[in-house]
């Protein structure tokens, strides 16, 4: 069974443009389990442009609701993730000029620190992701790490398909990472730029067993409703 997670950032972006208190990010993460989410995503972001630490701690408070939580590795984020406590963690890259997180990590760079995180994490039977570019070297490396999961960055695969370009080097990309991850004893994600078309061709690599997705999921939602696009996606992946 392939599961959903439901990025409810922006519905915290909605909500800062007024400055006020709606919509509610803690109101919309139980709306969208109750319309069929597996999970909800949300990114702690060090800006903090749209979650903020009193929407993940009360997210994170909600009974029965699997919550992902994206951080970067700057070491304040890391300690507030740890007084927060998801069910899952997801490790991002984070820049401060990008309007979305752009990339996979940087695993070789980052190594020491992503292994004290994930190990901190651990501890606490957190079940940790990285996001990453589909290649096998950082497929190894995540391994090495000691990751529970891997979160492929399907963006370049989204973009093309969005524009109509040949997807086929870049699906055998992920499809070869799926392979050796699920290998190797980890589970398999994805998740960036997601919409219906790119959804439905990843959901036929048996080895992605769960999808994030944000953006497209709001801005379609505008249209025709959370219920209705979360049916969809459901509909798609299942
Ligand atoms: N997965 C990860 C790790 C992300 O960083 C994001 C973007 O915040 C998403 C999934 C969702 O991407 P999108 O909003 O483009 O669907």
């Given at each position: 069974m392939k599961r959903i997670g439901v990025n409810i950032d922006h519905i915290a972006t909605l909500r800062n443009a007024r400055g006020e208190h709606h919509p509610d990010p803690f109101f919309a993460a139980k709306f969208v389990k109750k319309l069929g989410a597996?999970?909800?995503?949300?990114?702690?972001?060090?800006?903090?442009?749209?979650?903020?630490?009193?929407?993940?701690?009360?997210?994170?408070?909600?009974?029965?609701?699997?919550?992902?939580?994206?951080?970067?590795?700057?070491?304040?984020?890391?300690?507030?993730?740890?007084?927060?406590?998801?069910?899952?963690?997801?490790?991002?890259?984070?820049?401060?000029?990008?309007v979305t997180t752009e990339g996979g990590l940087n695993?070789?760079?980052?190594?020491?620190?992503?292994?004290?995180?994930?190990?901190?994490?651990?501890?606490k039977r957190i079940r940790t992701s990285l996001f990453i570019n589909p290649n096998l070297n950082d497929i190894l490396i995540s391994k090495d790490l000691g990751a529970d999961c891997i979160e492929i960055h399907t963006g370049r695969?989204?973009?093309?398909?969005?524009?109509?370009?040949?997807?086929?080097?870049?699906?055998?990309?992920?499809?070869?990472?799926?392979?050796?991850?699920?290998?190797?004893?980890?589970?398999?994600?994805?998740?960036?730029g997601l919409d219906y078309r790119s959804t439905k061709l990843l959901s036929k690599i048996n080895e992605i067993k769960e999808f994030n997705i944000g953006h497209f999921i709001i801005g379609e939602s505008v249209f025709y409703g959370l219920q209705k696009v979360i049916k969809e996606f459901r509909k798609i992946v299942k």
């Amino acid at each position: 069974m392939k599961r959903i997670g439901v990025n409810i950032d922006h519905i915290a972006t909605l909500r800062n443009a007024r400055g006020e208190h709606h919509p509610d990010p803690f109101f919309a993460a139980k709306f969208v389990k109750k319309l069929g989410a597996d999970s909800i995503t949300i990114h702690l972001r060090e800006d903090r442009r749209h979650i903020n630490d009193s929407d993940a701690k009360k997210i994170c408070s909600i009974k029965n609701l699997l919550v992902n939580l994206e951080i970067s590795i700057k070491d304040e984020i890391v300690e507030n993730a740890l007084k927060i406590n998801p069910n899952f963690i997801c490790i991002v890259p984070e820049n401060r000029k990008e309007v979305t997180t752009e990339g996979g990590l940087n695993l070789k760079k980052n190594k020491n620190k992503i292994k004290s995180i994930i190990n901190l994490f651990k501890k606490k039977r957190i079940r940790t992701s990285l996001f990453i570019n589909p290649n096998l070297n950082d497929i190894l490396i995540s391994k090495d790490l000691g990751a529970d999961c891997i979160e492929i960055h399907t963006g370049r695969l989204a973009n093309l398909v969005k524009s109509k370009k040949n997807i086929y080097k870049e699906l055998l990309r992920i499809k070869k990472s799926s392979k050796l991850a699920e290998q190797l004893g980890m589970e398999v994600h994805a998740g960036h730029g997601l919409d219906y078309r790119s959804t439905k061709l990843l959901s036929k690599i048996n080895e992605i067993k769960e999808f994030n997705i944000g953006h497209f999921i709001i801005g379609e939602s505008v249209f025709y409703g959370l219920q209705k696009v979360i049916k969809e996606f459901r509909k798609i992946v299942k």
